[in-house]
């Protein structure tokens, strides 16, 4: 496969030949637009990959060039310009495909196979002339299940072969195909090159006249046998109708049972807008949900699986409304003008995409971390912002003078804050004035409750600026220069300790405690679960996956320190942070409780920040 | 190719269910199932399964320990393990990784494509 890669990044244009040349591509690089055109107009290519800012002709209008002039090979436009604004642009121009620049070579490999299949109509990932077959994923060659040592040349010899398999291909087309055009190799190289592959085909015991030699004109593969043909798509076919069946058999059969999870979950709602929901019911609840999660998605109920993971995750979370709401969705969904008894058998075509859903789950969207990016430079800003993008972090670009208003604003309406903040401070050349303003806006973030982690972007590395960093309230010092990917993936381990969400699950007889502790911790952002009985626990424990442990010494039934021996004997368990809270001062307790596997020892009662920090500290 | 044998360790009916016509429609594999971690284990030791897909959510015994079982067990510690899991995320699905399985499969899954996933995973061919 020939592609033409026009680019003038010479850094991308180093990454991407050298990954697809060893994709087995052929490939031609072309600097310019106006180059691209000659090379695109001239010889000919599977696929030319265009990216939209080039000197002389820019990739739009020579998208647009190529189609005009009748040249229907693929398109695939790379740019750094991302909303669907310009998405439409490019694909409007005549671009059969779209990728925003930081390019990941995987996701360009699979969109190349992806447009190279339907040039082909081949829709396999997998090209085969009988047993003998070429997987394009792993470049391998296989007949009977044995792999063919193949070089590359071989290997895309066959694969030309393969993808053409009722053509006559000439000797120029082969080289035309399989060489770059600043490449000349003579017809004997060609040929010795079919007479190896022959030799290693006929070695596996494949025929000798696979690749036929067709008089004065080229090469052509042998034709199947038409008996050959209607037993692989006979084989085909059945197996389809035979997997159709057996799913909806399963469908029918377990129909009963999910309609008496979602009865659960509705008995759940119930409960919940009366505010009789016991931990019993809800784990059973969160039970019902995960089943549900995982068994619907599988009959290509892609919709009701995502809302069953939310459910199972919001009964964690233990938000009530949204829980009740999304219940009554997913009630909706499959048990209103769907019911369960008519609804369609299992189709294989909404399987096919299950992958595409997990990407998009808006969960994970909207838990992005948020980083507040404090820098009055617009270039190093757009930078730092595709950086971050790249790495899954939400932005917000401020000014340094608007920062102190925009906090007043989102504490004044409860808006949600950063997670952190990156502070841009430039130590050698801003006037007194300007820096202590900077300074002071560490200290501001520092001081809410709970505090942001400032960053701080330094222009130098003196030991007295990194002093006053911190003695504003500084938590990191980096220092220019920096590439944006390097600091971002700073703030990416720092966003990646941030507390927020962080599931704390606390276990204590005294029920006063249980109720008023999250209000009290409410600011620092964790998620809690409490349990007044011990023998609860371990089911409540497996449900709720909490993150770090708070255990009460002295219960009915069973002791904290019983627990936490129990966890300790469990391979995944062990290493969960546990903080003991107990009324006793008695620093033998304290010692057994250490002795068990205690991580942290408190007493009561409890001052709330100091057990925060103390929850904060044993997180991280 | 045909004679190789998965073990399913899950304790969702209808998971072994689809898993099992998956796998024997589309590869002909045979698939061995266990509804629980101990009964896995011991179908582990006596079957020598090819590889292993082992649910991560299960009562009494979950995935992880008995994955950690399998691997202290010198009948067991070699078979590949593939976990099973409806954790999205990639911190999550890394995390279980780390844990020494060879790969992790997200629920819900192209009963379709699952055989030649798992063979692409351990390199065997379909």
Redesign the interface.
Known sequence: MKILLIDDDETLVDLLTRSLKEKSYAIDVARDGEQGWIYGSTYSYDLIIIDWLLPKLDGISLCKKFRAHGYHTPILLLTSRHGSQNKIKGLDAGADDYLCKPVDVEELSARIRALLRRLNCNFLPVLSWGNL?LNQ??CQV?YQ?E?LPLTAKEYRLLELFLRHPQEVITLADIIESLWSSMEYPVEATVRSHIRRLRDKLKLVGLPEDLITTVRGQGYCLKVLSQNQILEEDKLSNS??T??LK??TT?WK??QP?KAQQLAILQQASARLQTGELEVSDRVSAIIAA??L??????FGL?QA?LLA?EI?QLLQDNQPQELINKITILSSQISGDRSLDSLPYPT?FS??Q??LG?NL?PK?INNSPLLLIINDEPNFTAQLTQAATSQGIETLVLSTPSVRNWLDQQQLQQQQLPHAVLLTINFANSTPDWRLQQLSLIAEFNLLQPAIPVIVLADRDHFKDRLQVVRHGGAFYLTQPSTPSQIMSFCHQIL?RSTIRKNIMIVDDDQELLQILPSLLEPWGFKFTTLHDPRQFWEVL?AFHPDLLVLDIEMPHLSGIELCKVLRT???WYKLPVLFLTIHQDLAISAEAYACGATDFMNKPVIPQQLAHRIIHRLS | MNNKTILLIDDEETIQEVVQIGIEIEAGWHVAIASSGMEGISLAKSQQPDAILLDVMMPEMDGISTLFNLKANAQTKTIPVIFLTAKTQTSEKNELKSLGVVDVITKPFNSMTLASQIAKILNWEV
């Open positions: 077959q994923y792993s296989t299940g792999e197996k389809q035979k997997h057996a799913l399963i059969k377990y049972k995960h089943s999660a995982g068994t619907l998605g599988q892609d699986s993971k199972e294989i399987q096919s299950p992958d997990n789950h994970e990646q497996q469990h391979p995944y």
